[in-house]
């Protein structure tokens, strides 16, 4: 009998883990890939999301893979070039298959017990209370039981579905874009340029590599798939420094696609079980602060569920606590999100409501 069982260890479950397990409770941490293993993502961590990692003791792991560390961001909105600042606060963007690894390798180091290439088939439900799951890894099957079964597994979170969690303040999709590894494509920092119709994007990653992508109107995806190279070369193109650099470089790997998916939150708890990471809220990644906002929901909810085990609080307050601080945290940002993918071409209603934004949520 476990206290926690965490369906999911990327971003969100595995730090979860981690953290009630150095709280001395029982987790168990199931996953269907294998570690380390890579998935669709911005790659970018905000300050915030830095400081997490620095305070869990993780972060100087992260850098001495080579992730470089960035200071400041190159900003070009509607032709304004805002140029990076060497004295804003460290930000990172690793690669997935990097940070990942040394997340669940964290979880397991903490004491949480983490199954690899376990896929989760079925709650277990007793007079309408989530009990545990059943499933299988290989071809051994499972059964396992816990306290509270958290849904860590993604904004199609197969957890949210079996539960019927509600959806609220949804914003329909607007974009879709595409994005690759290239060597050979010199950047010092992260860069973003948005307007016209695009937002096209830097992040110099692993293994001297830089991140490369470009969102667009989710219109237009018809176009783009039925040539990805052309699309990405004319989007990069509207740009002079973008455009030649990336007629230098040499792709590492094929393009990945980004299709537009709905934005919302969803109600993260109910009788024995919790959602956290995309599987409770989503957004559209055009600002890259998903890894951010997984980081700080886990340490949200780890607080939240480890006053219920102590006996501190009631379910229903800890959690509708963990719920309204995530809404906080996340409001503006995603009122500003909508406004600014509602066609990448922001006016100066939008643009005032970007220089106003924080920098972290």
Not at 2 to 14: E, K, P, T
Not at 161 to 190: C, H, I, M, W
Not at 263 to 272: K, S
Request: aromatic share 8%; net charge negative.
């Amino acid at each position: 009998m476990f206290d926690a069982i965490i369906v999911g260890a990327r971003c969100a479950g595995s730090p979860l883990g981690m953290l009630l397990a150095r709280a001395g409770r029982n987790v168990l941490v199931v996953d269907r890939a294998r570690f380390p293993s890579d998935t669709l993502s911005t790659h970018f961590i905000t300050p915030d999301g830095v400081e997490r990692l620095r305070a869990w003791g993780l972060l100087d792991r992260v850098l001495a893979t080579g992730c470089p560390p960035l200071h400041g961001q190159l900003r070009t909105m509607q032709g304004m070039a805002f140029p990076p600042d060497p004295a804003d606060p460290l930000t990172i963007a690793p690669r997935r298959t990097v940070l990942d690894k040394i997340l669940v390798d964290a979880a397991r180091e903490a004491g949480a017990e983490v199954r690899e290439g376990a896929i989760v088939e079925s709650l277990i439900v007793e007079d309408g209370i989530v009990t545990g799951i059943r499933g299988r890894a290989g071809d051994t099957r499972f059964e396992e039981r816990a306290s509270v079964v958290i849904g860590a597994d993604g904004r199609d979170s197969f957890v949210a579905r079996l539960v019927g969690a509600d959806s609220y303040n949804e914003v329909q999709a607007t974009t879709a874009g595409y994005y690759g590894y290239f060597k050979n494509f010199p950047a010092e920092t992260t860069e973003v340029y948005v307007g016209g119709g695009l937002a096209l994007f830097v992040f110099p990653t692993n293994d001297e590599e830089s991140c490369v992508a470009v969102e667009y109107a989710i219109a237009r995806f018809p176009n783009f798939k039925s040539d990805i190279e052309g699309g990405v070369a004319a989007a990069l193109g509207t740009v002079e420094s973008l455009g030649r650099r990336y007629a230098g470089a040499t792709r590492n790997g094929k393009f990945m696609g980004i299709t537009g998916h709905t934005n919302f939150y969803r109600r993260p708890f109910g009788p024995g079980w919790a959602l956290v990471g995309d599987a409770g809220y989503y957004r559209d990644p055009v600002l890259g602060q998903g890894i951010n906002d997984a980081f700080r929901d886990a340490e949200a909810l780890a607080g939240a569920l480890d006053a219920v085990f102590a006996g501190a609080k009631q379910w229903d307050d800890a959690m509708a606590g963990y719920e309204g601080q995530r809404n906080a945290a996340t409001g503006p940002v995603y009122q500003l999100t909508a406004a600014l993918c509602r066609d990448l071409d922001p006016g100066p209603e939008v643009l005032a409501m970007m220089a106003g934004a924080p920098q972290e949520a």
